[in-house]
């Protein structure tokens, strides 16, 4: 029987599975990302860890369908390059799919790292089955991929920049240039900013407010932990962030109408209360047939998300 | 050569086309939509209209390869029925494809008229060429049709509603129940709402203040032809109103990416004032590499997008 293999490349770590066809992960293992030198020992490292693991678990190419990978950057999935990945070093345009197609003999698929996740989400996750489904990852920044009858879509090359969708025409700058971009406000950063400015104005008592006074770090965990807890400042904040990503999920849901939108990623780890406030705002402002037939879920695989849906690349080019 | 047979379904008339396959209409005419007893000789008379019309231009069944056909309402493509078409007094559910089909011996396909209209423009207009086009029509009410590599987009049901996008949490109550849809700013009666509004707080020298003082007619017409000749109070309705559908337009390609937001419909006939205004704001919160590969155009088939689209649906299903 073939196996899959996904690897998920970030900053830190590129995190490897082998997979049965059917999307079971069999073996994982991960390496550190070496981002020094612009990065130029990345590939050949994660070269090296595919020819030794397989070598461990008794593989040969021949039992290998192909490998799949999610990258960050700017990803031409066609030509099997990034370009722009600054947390990896890589500036200029890398040939990520002739080195490893090169070295292992097996084909090779890539794509952004959040569309990714998307896939996995899709295939073995809270999506599970569905021909249409959006995920939405707050993490750092805020990213997605799109998924409409079973494909991921690409549009123009940039398409699932769900973190520059405007939820404020006036409001906080973002990274991209534009004003008001929901990455703004519900990413991990986003959501320390509204608690920053909320306790600035707010004059209830509030436990963020005392740690903001007492000089010490609030953190997106911090304000839903205080949140769950009954904390008025913190419950403001949640509040807000919830008319935000609640009314870009109602307005994504009101242009494609999936069957689920997924919520994934570091920020979303706060749970139901997360889940339940965002859908709060999208039951307010979704196309009435779209409030039932479109669901608000929370994502399911975690960190596995990306290597699993790195080996649907591979999969889908043979079914 | 076979042909294809189109038609546009409206609440006043239904137009019809036979058309080459190649999207060159060759013959066109319309009927009355009589909507006298909850529209129950729509598609009796649309039946006997067709087979007079083959017969008049020396055409048998045999020379036409099928029938497509837009329609208000809810469309179910897959069965060829339409429920809730209140402006053709379709309360309960057609079966227009079971009728049509046997009483023409032609394969037929049906979808949503704004759906249908998209077609069209991505086939023989602004769109032509293109995999993937957003369409935005601007009529009594917004509506619109999504396409994404070639094909049309329907989600769970209800995608390519963009008329119900919200552009405001505090916005207008719309007919849908909710608050700030697209559609309560954008349509011939939103821009009329807001030159009323405006006109009300604003207190400089405006044609439109004299006309609503007077009690005369307002229409989206006059407010854009008053906004050319340099009215203040219009030009500012103008602008309102491309805000709104900028970052609507800058929205819908961030998560999709077209090739091509084709804006038509009969507001859109206020023409490049119109986009330009549009595309200022939507240059200015589109995420930027979206910019420049997304483009805001103006629709180039008037009346004959539904009939061009319709024909296309029947051409869909054998390409």
Redesign the interface.
Known sequence: MKRLLGIDLGGTTAKFAILTLEGEIQQKWSIKTDVTNDGKNIIPNIIESILQNLNVYGLSSNDVLGIGMGSPG?VDSKKGTVIGAYNLGWKTMQPVKDQIEAATGLPFFIDNDANVAALGERWKGAGEGED?VIFVTLGTGVGGG?I??G?L??????????G???VD?NGYLCT??????LETVASATGVVRLALDFSKSDSEESEIKRLVDDGKEVTAKIVFDLAKQGDPLALKVVDQFS?YLG?AC???A??????SIVIGGGVSAAGEILRENVEK?FL???????KT??KLKLAQLGNDAGVIGAAWLVKANYI
């Open positions: 700017a249409n799109v409409v009858e494909n879509i690409h549009g123009a090359g940039a398409a699932g920049e769900l520059h969708i405007n025409p991209c240039g534009n004003r008001g971009c008319i009314v109602a307005n994504m009101s242009i494609l109408n999936p069957e705002y307010q402002y979704a196309f009435p047939p779209v037939s479109t």
